[in-house]
């Protein structure tokens, strides 16, 4: 399959953006987030610049993993396969929204980032459709991304 440019990659759990969506993000202060210029390496070891990396360094303790449904839950446990997510709204309501556009969560199988629907809004006319969607979290069940 031919490496494909496009304005939203994915590396492992992180996206890889062009410049025009990492400067709708730049001007936010986000907890635990930075975008590293990146190099895209294509086909015919051709250089793609003007790439940005999510280095989501910082995870939020935000799932309320008693209310959420989780597989084979133990609260012992010290990380979790969440199907249905929900949030501990008392951690989110400490912390500004600019804050916490981006959230990469504590304790959750499998990473992932949740972003919020104000960046969502903006990014997603640069997203295609057929190589990545963006999933509501109140309608998001674990699966959903394959279908």
């Known amino acids: 399959m031919p490496f494909i440019v496009s304005d939203f990659l994915l590396h492992s759990f992180f996206p890889v953006v062009s410049k025009k969506i990492a400067d709708i993000i730049m001007p936010y202060s986000i907890n635990g987030f930075q975008l590293f210029p990146t190099v895209l390496i294509g086909?015919?070891?051709k250089r793609h610049g003007d790439f940005f990396f999510f280095?989501?360094?910082d995870?939020?303790?935000c799932i309320d993993f008693d209310n959420?449904?989780?597989h084979d839950y133990s609260s012992e446990d010290s990380i979790h396969e969440v199907i249905r997510y929900k949030l501990k709204n008392e951690v989110?309501?400490?912390i500004p929204l600019e804050?916490?556009?981006i959230i990469r969560p504590s304790k959750v199988a499998g990473g992932g980032l949740f972003i919020h629907e104000t960046l969502v809004t903006q990014l997603i006319k640069y997203v295609d459709p057929i190589a990545f969607k963006f999933f509501r979290l109140s309608e998001y069940t674990l699966g959903d991304k394959y279908v």
């Open 59 to 61: 995870k939020l303790d």
């Open 92 to 94: 989110l309501d400490t």
């Open 99 to 101: 804050n916490r556009l």
């Open 43 to 45: 086909d015919n070891e």
């Open 55 to 57: 280095n989501a360094y």
């Open 68 to 70: 959420s449904d989780i």
